[in-house]
């Protein structure tokens, strides 16, 4: 998708907001013995109550209204009677659709009392997620966003899984450019538009450099296991700079 007007950003906002809102709500209540189910309950009312529809369930048929996915666990996660134990790191990725628009959104958190490093790992995957972001401007080549994650990851010690990648979003949950890498790509030659809609999701590991399938169709685990955060922003390249519009409401 690639914004025209004010509508259209309004537009993208507001399912945006819904999305950053259930995050939220979702977050405050990871602790041990809450179960994913619960949590995925969580993310239903809040969508609901923005009039927002999941959009993994709507387009694929997911089984969940979120993809949660907790420490082996790095994406598309079932939700279901798993319990969070102190040490998980669970991952929250919500997208949903509200008026014709779609907006796609995730974050990692540790469930506390963990090791310095994972918190270090989830304070960093989000920082790797702004670099990304900070390399977004209309007329700057797509692979600048990869290349300033790579130069994150690298500096601070990490891994990047490089077959999880960025993706075009607006108008559909998944739509061109698709396949936007965030590791350095020196394929990648396409070049960001002006009102470019997409999101920036780097995979930030402890030694993980893949996804790999699962007992289930869904569900990927990091390979070789090693501890995984993700972090998730739908933006839009503006002359004036990457707006993001999955902000929580204030």
Not at 101 to 111: I, K, L, Q
Not at 183 to 198: A, K, M, N, Q
């Amino acid at each position: 998708m690639t914004v025209t007007n004010e509508d259209e950003l309004d537009g993208l906002k507001a399912i945006g907001r819904a999305v950053a809102d259930a995050i939220a709500a979702m977050a405050t209540a990871v602790r041990p013995g809450v179960t994913t189910a619960e949590l995925d309950e969580i993310a239903g009312r809040v969508l609901d109550e923005a009039g927002a529809i999941p959009a993994p369930k709507a387009t694929y048929g997911f089984p969940g209204v979120a993809c949660i996915s907790v420490s082996e666990e790095i994406a598309h996660g079932i939700p279901g009677d798993r319990v969070l134990k102190v040490g998980d790191l669970v991952n929250l990725d919500v997208s949903a659709s509200k008026d014709g628009f779609f907006a796609d959104s995730g974050a990692s958190f540790a469930v506390s009392p963990v090791p310095a490093r994972l918190d270090r790992l989830c304070r960093d995957g989000r920082r790797a997620m702004w670099a990304g972001i900070g390399a977004v401007a209309p007329g700057r080549p797509l692979a600048g966003v990869g290349r300033a994650v790579g130069a994150f990851a690298r500096k601070n010690g990490y891994t990047l899984v490089r077959n999880l990648g960025s993706h075009g979003v607006g108008r559909s949950l998944h739509e061109e450019p698709s396949d936007i890498a965030t590791w350095p790509d020196s394929h990648e030659r396409r070049v960001i538009t002006d009102g470019l809609v997409f999101t920036v999701e780097p995979f930030l590991s402890l030694g993980a450099e893949w996804a790999e399938d699962g007992d289930d169709e869904w569900t990927l685990y990091s390979e070789p296991r090693a501890p995984t955060v993700q972090f998730e922003h739908t933006i839009v390249a503006t002359r004036n700079g990457p707006v993001v519009v999955t902000l929580p409401s204030e």
